[in-house]
């Protein structure tokens, strides 16, 4: 047995895990066409409680039948038949002595395959940069969104918070709003895709307001227990390097309107990049540490920890009170068990999501069974 500070227990809103261990929200564009979760779905998250993670956060999961949907085959929260498949997978990853919170998304813009619209919604009219995810079924550019009105934003809000309602009815621990990696709510936060004229739009302290009313709203319909996150993240899925342009003091507008309007906790991604590598902002403090300490509430830091050392620092260091875990979770669903025990991990094999990032794909890719 090995003691690890990540094997320390931890309370999240009002939640006691029994350790500081999260599987990160992973896409995995699995469920069936019309968005329901399968048992294949189920047996996947279970694996990751029965291998000792405290905590799973599940992929993206769109919320209306409107713009939200961002890739074909992504699980959705917006029927009874959602519901009722989603109960399935917060039962079995609950019988295995897991927590799991659904995380709710709105692609906006970055939407590259939706059921409901063939066109996309995002803050301004502004063309995404990059191009769509080949591991999502996805090529080409980007389509450019229409400029969202008053009353799409309404509907959106509304769409976040009736999922919330409904993956509570799901057996979910909670909710965690995807507010990260350039989807619809970064999208309002980022300087360069929101370009709005409106209280949405200008300063920073406008461009998090939607983030903010969503958690506003949702606290307001499911009261002060259910646990209710926010993910952000500098990088974005289709531009690894942007960061913040103010730097701390943004960040500090930021985590402090998040905090007033109720959230939970705070988890900071680092998408495509270590944790090392996006923390730093100016001033000598990391952004997953001026999270904990402008919001006083549980953060979850996120990018490599797999590498077990720099998460043991990020931890004691008081960067953090959490860790996310994605790639690694993925070749070691078992994390938790084989640090506790002192095992050596699984090495991540990227093929696992070639040519897609589906689960059938992973399963003949999984370590131990194609090597080379
Ligand atoms: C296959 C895959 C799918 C992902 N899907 C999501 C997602 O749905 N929501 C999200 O917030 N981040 C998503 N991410 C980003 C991860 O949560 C995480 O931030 C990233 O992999 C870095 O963490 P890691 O170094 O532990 O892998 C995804 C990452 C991968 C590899």
Redesign the pocket.
């Known amino acids: 047995m090995t003691n690890h500070h990540a094997l320390l227990p931890v309370r999240v809103g009002g939640h006691d895990l029994p350790n500081r261990l999260a599987v990160?929200?992973?896409?995995?564009v699995s469920a069936a066409s019309d968005g329901t979760p399968t048992a294949e779905m189920a047996e996947y998250y279970a694996r990751y409680a029965e291998g000792g993670f405290g905590l799973v956060i599940t992929?993206?999961t769109y919320t209306d039948t409107v713009h939200s949907q961002g890739y074909l085959n992504q699980p959705g929260i917006v029927s009874a038949t959602h519901v009722s498949a989603w109960r399935d997978v917060t039962g079995k990853v609950q019988a295995a002595g897991g927590r799991i919170v659904l995380?709710l998304?709105h692609a906006g813009a970055l939407s590259q395959g939706n059921r409901y619209r063939a066109d996309t919604a995002g803050p301004s009219a502004v063309p995404p940069r990059g191009e769509m995810m080949p591991?999502y079924g996805g090529s080409g550019r980007w389509p450019t969104p229409r400029e969202m009105t008053g009353a799409d934003i309404e509907a959106a809000i509304g769409g976040f918070v009736d999922s919330a309602v409904r993956a509570r009815e799901a057996g979910f621990d909670g909710v965690e709003l995807?507010g990260?990696?350039g989807y619809l709510l970064d999208q309002f936060l980022t300087d360069y895709t929101n370009r709005r004229a409106d209280s949405y739009g200008g300063p920073v302290a406008n461009r998090i307001r939607l983030t903010a009313e969503v958690v506003a709203a949702i606290r307001a319909e499911l009261g002060t227990d259910f646990c209710v996150g926010v993910?952000l993240?500098q990088g974005k899925v289709n531009d690894f390097v942007h960061r913040w342009h103010g730097g701390a003091a943004d960040a500090r507008i930021v985590f402090a309107a998040l905090a007033q309007a109720g959230v939970t906790y705070l988890h900071i991604?680092?998408?495509?990049r270590?944790w090392i590598e996006t923390a730093r902002l100016d001033g000598g403090v990391t952004i997953t540490g001026l999270a904990r300490q402008v919001s006083g509430l549980p953060v979850i830091a996120?990018?490599?920890?797999?590498d077990l050392a720099q998460a043991a620092q990020v931890l004691s260091d008081g960067h953090a009170d959490l860790l996310?875990?994605?790639?690694?979770?993925?070749a070691n669903p078992d994390l938790p068990h084989r640090l506790s025990r002192g095992l050596p991990l699984e090495t991540y094999d990227r093929r696992m999501?070639e040519p897609m990032?589906t689960l059938s794909n992973a399963r003949q890719r999984r370590p131990g069974v194609h090597r080379g």
């Open positions: 990160a929200p992973m896409t995995r992929e993206g995380q998304m591991e995807h990260a990696n993910r993240s991604a680092s998408e495509g270590d996120n990018g490599g920890m797999h996310s875990i994605g790639r690694g979770a993925l999501l990032a």
